[in-house]
């Protein structure tokens, strides 16, 4: 995803001499190496500073720049939460900040690298849009839609590298704002977005595998929700599934309200990271698997 | 013995133990690879003399002096010495980073001998200045000892600790900083020039300043044990990735681990070091 996020990028900057990258002393990946030696007055490195990054990136963006700012997703979030909301929400600015590694897949850092509720946070910000694609495809997509909007801030939620293609075979294509068919299926949805989606895959298949038959959704604007298509959703399916990595305080809640609202009938199973602040440390999957979210756990929870 | 007999028996004891940590961690490296060899190596100096030759550490922990590593990314160096003293075991060692252990790549607080959660960087001397202030309240007498990057300089929340430590004259303070002249992407010196000078703005803020080589372990502790009316800030001058050729000053040594001719050439050049 961060290669393909830097591909897009020099891409666009190449062309839009208003794109701007601002990261905070993170190493940028791939071809943002080279977007930084041949474009080097814009890119800014404020070193390890992220409180300035947001704040310069909102008076770059009153003057006329389209600035991204560049770091690990709590950095990028977390860190200048009042610039965040006060200098890009409240003013309603067209900024892209870039959250790389979100969820918990910096799973040997510890908590202070966990984007463990970020979605759930960026949600609750007036203003603020939020998308979180699920594979380099997806990646390349909300990139090119960041890089062209004027709709206001942006949190681009993205994993880190080695994210498999999922979207080729797409039923849908990537809108803006709009829920997503990837795979068919006819009795059971999952609904899912980011990096996690890989599992959702996994686990469609494992329950198609069951005589099962499992459609997956992906849900990649967060902000502003898809409530027509999750409605659609929730009335198409007697079982719908979510699987996010964040606390339930982001998609599931959201869908539940909606299913009330609706007055929708069908059973709900959520699968989300725990209200708990993980102290455990090895591969992304042993800290998913931590907080129920293996495929092997998802799948003994729904066979039956 | 004479004085200066004495300071040459103590460096190279000193120099001993350096060398040990410094072959524990990259050992580690070998079983692990997620960890931050060149910035625990920057600072193994400035700990080893803070924790081996300074600290007053006793039986009661309520009054034995606080370490507490801002840098947390550097925190190798700690648990090596941590696991030395006893605070922690070898098999912690053993399982760092695995989901049966309780290590991981940034310090934990509840871990023994862990006096805050670090990791994101700038927050250990806000923490710092609020130990230091309860015990002033309290009254005791230890002394707080604080290392942080220069990287962390950079952050706001750093310069606001600075000035609160400056108001309120905390003199039971020490930060360290390892003024390795690299944060992950860039020197420094090159990349943000106006990060120097540091003496003046140390001094302008309220603090004792002082600045040593951070990889002579006399020099550091002598200015360590040195006490003000003021919080004390030593400006350690060092290297990142000391002690091995290739790592020094490369910026992809920060979080990077050897691979085993790597691994190898480090322990020769450790070894020669010392000869
Ligand atoms: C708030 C915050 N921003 C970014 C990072 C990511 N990060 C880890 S180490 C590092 C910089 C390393 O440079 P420095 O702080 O000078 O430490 P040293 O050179 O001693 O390793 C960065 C940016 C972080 N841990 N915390």
Redesign the interface.
């Known amino acids: 995803m961060r290669n393909r996020f830097a591909e897009v990028f020099y891409e666009l900057g190449s062309q839009d001499s208003r794109i701007c990258l601002i990261?905070a002393?993170?190493?940028p990946a791939g071809s943002i190496a080279k977007f930084r030696s041949e474009y080097p007055e814009r890119f800014i490195?404020?070193?390890?500073?992220?409180?300035?990054m947001i704040g310069m990136a909102a008076g770059m963006a009153q003057r006329g720049l389209r600035p991204f700012a560049y770091t690990i997703a709590?950095?990028a979030l977390y860190?200048p939460f009042e610039m965040v909301r006060d200098d890009l929400c409240y003013q309603n600015l067209p900024v892209t900040i870039v959250g790389i590694g979100g969820g918990v897949s910096y799973s040997?850092?510890?908590?202070?690298?966990h984007a463990q509720e970020d979605v759930a946070i960026a949600m609750s910000i007036p203003n603020m849009n939020i998308i979180a694609p699920c594979d380099p495809s997806e990646t390349a997509e909300a990139t090119k839609w960041c890089a062209t909007q004027n709709v206001g801030p942006v949190y681009l939620r993205l994993g880190k590298a080695g994210e498999p293609d999922l979207t080729s075979q797409a039923i849908d294509p990537w809108q803006f704002g709009k829920v997503r068919r990837i795979k068919r299926g006819t009795d059971v949805c999952i609904l899912t977005y980011g990096v996690i989606t890989k599992s959702a895959v996994e686990l469609s298949n494992r329950l198609d595998a069951i005589g099962r038959s499992c459609c997956v959704t992906t849900v990649p604007t967060l902000k502003p929700l898809d409530r027509e298509g999750i409605a659609s959703v929730l009335s198409s399916f007697s079982d719908v599934v979510i699987i996010e990595e964040c606390v339930s305080r982001a998609l599931t809640m959201e869908v539940k309200a909606l299913a009330f609202d609706c007055g929708s009938r069908c059973a709900i199973k959520s699968f989300s990271l725990k209200d708990e602040f993980i102290?455990?440390?090895?591969t992304h999957d042993?800290l998913l698997s931590?907080h129920g979210l293996s495929v092997e756990t998802m799948f003994n929870v729904l066979k039956s | 013995m004479t004085n200066s007999a004495k300071g040459e028996s103590s460096r190279g004891n000193a120099k001993i133990r350096c060398r040990n940590y410094r072959r524990k961690i990259l050992d580690i490296s070998q079983k692990?690879s997620?960890l931050h060899i060149a910035p625990a190596f920057s600072c193994t100096e400035i700990v080893d003399a803070i924790y081996n030759e300074v600290m007053r550490i006793g039986s009661q922990p309520e009054t034995d002096d606080i370490f507490l590593m801002s840098k947390?990314h550097g925190c190798m160096i700690q648990y090596v010495i941590l696991e030395e003293r006893g605070v922690l075991s070898s098999q912690d060692l053993e399982l760092?980073?695995?989901?049966a252990?309780?290590?991981?790549?940034?310090p934990?607080y509840?871990i023994p001998g862990i006096a805050a959660?670090?990791?994101?960087?700038?927050h250990g001397l806000g923490i710092a200045v609020g130990q230091a202030y309860a015990e002033y309240l309290k009254g005791t007498s230890l002394r707080l000892f604080c290392v942080l990057s220069d990287?962390?300089l950079?952050?706001?929340s750093t310069w606001e600790a600075m000035l609160m430590a400056g108001n309120l004259k905390l003199n039971n303070l020490v930060a360290v900083v390892d003024n390795n002249d690299f944060?992950?992407?860039?020197r420094?010196s090159t990349?943000?020039p106006a990060?120097y000078p540091l003496i003046e703005k140390g001094q302008a803020f309220g603090w004792d300043v002082e600045e040593v080589n951070g990889h002579d372990s006399l020099e550091l502790v002598t200015a360590l044990k040195k006490l003000s009316d003021k919080p004390r800030l030593i400006i350690a001058r060092t290297v990142k990735g000391k002690g091995v050729g290739f790592m020094e000053s490369e910026?992809i040594w920060h979080y990077r681990s050897p691979s085993g001719t790597e691994y190898e050439q480090a322990i020769r050049e450790l070894e020669s070091d010392l000869s």
């Open positions: 990261v002393d993170i190493s490195n404020t070193g390890v500073s992220e409180q300035i709590t950095f860190r040997t850092l510890g908590a202070t690298h102290h455990i440390y090895g042993d931590a | 692990v997620a947390g760092y980073c695995k989901p252990g309780r290590l991981g790549a940034h934990d509840g959660s670090t990791g994101s960087l700038g990287g962390e950079q952050e706001g944060t992950g992407l860039e420094m990349g943000h990060f910026p």
